[in-house]
């Protein structure tokens, strides 16, 4: 049942769809939460301070922007072109009242507007400077993109706003630093502001740059026409200034002898969060999930709960929403989420899959078989590589994924999606393949 934060803030609702029953013995628990965000409005000071929001406009926020002004960018010159465009749109799209930067990536960082370590507070003259100064962006250099993201991190951090948000545009691979540089770069910017990605043309990486959107909880995807980018970049922006309460956290409290397996999100997209746990109390974690605006994400929750008696239940989880307050401690959104545990003989209560487990347990095979087939075309492993698709293709027609059905049908001959029988086609345009791989972590919903 739905459990609402009444309040000034945007009310949160948490629902939990599983079967609770399990056989003599049985210890794996799986719960599909649905977390949904509705009706934003003023935000009171139980989640910001008053001077960070305003009735009128939203909640204060700093955006940077990242343009790739590397060399490569010169090729063809419509994508340089593109990219002036784009970032021309975003800027359009800042709300007044926003703290906004626009950056040049190249194999250093260079602040285009409007510099000396500032950010701009958006309105009719800010926004038309900084589109003036877009006029001077040219391509040339290389390519290191941590540096990028750490000049934004230390001009986003100069705001004292809600909302914290960067876009980054690459055409190409991080060439001009080591890995473990990004990586550090990347752990030193999450949690500090979230970030969407995206890669134009097909000449970048898309385990690179999808990472960057994974580690700073971001959306990433490929605009392969230059064309495209505007309309991209407008999208982006409107759905950031969106947001409205930023660094919710999934709080996750079990009892003794209860082991958290793994912690998801699900839909829209798949994200692994187990591993970004960070503990918060006796047998208490939290899982980060970014900021919210109006919206509703699905996460799947699969603990081990202690071996029970036939009759017996218990609370195997408790799931609630917090966001961090200035002096350390969390406060509560108030929304929460039960998973229970009852031990029954009823072989088909307990033998029965709920239908929203079955359904993201699926979107996540999903995901991970589009990834290993690309991976074993890769190599030249055809024979692997039709398996992993044929797969695929199965289980985006059993779900109704049909964009993934779409994107796979590009790179395999589908001669029965029920079965799964798939032919790899003999030529694959690149961009093909890199959108399949870019947007193989989209879901669709349980189909109602």
């Known amino acids: 049942m739905a459990n609402f934060f009444k309040s000034n803030v945007p009310q949160f609702a948490v629902d939990v769809y599983q079967n609770e029953y399990l056989p003599e013995g049985g210890r794996e628990v799986n719960a599909i939460v649905t977390v949904t965000s509705t009706g934003g409005g003023t935000v009171g000071s139980a989640v910001t301070s008053p001077h960070q ?83 001077g962006l040219s391509a040339g250099g290389g390519t290191a993109i941590g540096t990028w993201l750490r000049l934004a991190e230390r001009l986003l951090s100069s705001a004292d706003v809600a909302i914290r948000h960067g876009i980054v545009l690459t055409d190409g691979r991080n060439e001009h630093e080591e890995p473990e540089a990004l990586k550090a770069t990347l752990e030193h910017c999450a949690g500090r502001f979230t970030c969407d990605a995206r890669g134009v043309g097909t000449d970048w990486e898309v385990k690179e740059v999808t990472g960057i959107a994974s580690a700073l909880l971001g959306s990433v995807d490929i605009v ?141 095979e999903l995901a991970q078989v589009i990834q290993q087939g690309l991976d074993l075309r890769k190599a030249g492993d055809m024979d692997g590589a039709t398996a992993k698709l044929g797969r695929a293709v199965q289980l985006a027609s059993v779900s109704g994924n049909a964009d993934t059905a779409k994107l796979l049908a590009k790179v395999v001959d589908v001669v029965d999606a029920t079965t799964g029988t798939v032919r790899l086609k003999a030529k694959v345009a690149e961009a093909d393949e890199m959108t399949l791989e870019t947007r193989s972590t989209k879901t669709v919903r349980v189909k109602k």
């Open 53 to 135: 929001y305003s009735a009128a406009n939203g909640p204060s926020a700093a955006v940077a922007i990242m343009v790739d002004c590397s060399g490569s960018m010169d090729y063809p010159p419509a994508k340089m072109r593109g990219a002036r465009e784009a970032t021309g749109a975003a800027i359009d799209a800042v709300r007044d009242g926003v703290h906004f930067a626009v950056i040049a990536g190249t194999h250093v960082a260079k602040e285009v507007y409007p510099g000396a370590g500032r950010l701009a507070v958006a309105d009719a003259t800010t926004r038309e400077q900084a589109k003036q100064a877009l006029r």
């Open 224 to 364: 392969a026409d230059p064309a495209g980018l505007a309309a991209d970049f407008t999208g982006m922006m409107e759905k950031a200034m969106g947001k409205e309460v930023a660094d919710v956290a999934l709080r996750l409290w079990t009892p003794v002898g209860t082991t958290v397996k793994f912690v998801k999100q699900v839909a829209p997209t798949v994200a692994e969060l187990t591993l970004r746990r960070t503990e918060s109390g006796p047998r208490s974690g939290d899982y980060p999930t970014g900021s919210w605006g109006d919206e509703s994400r699905d996460y799947h929750v699969c603990v081990e709960v202690p071996s029970a008696g036939l009759g017996q239940e218990m609370l195997a989880a408790r799931v609630s929403l917090v966001v961090p307050q200035p002096d350390g401690s969390a406060q509560s959104l108030g929304a929460q989420g039960l998973v229970r545990a009852v031990w029954t003989d009823d072989m088909a209560a307990s033998t029965s899959i709920n239908p929203q487990v079955a359904h993201y347990t699926g979107q996540a």
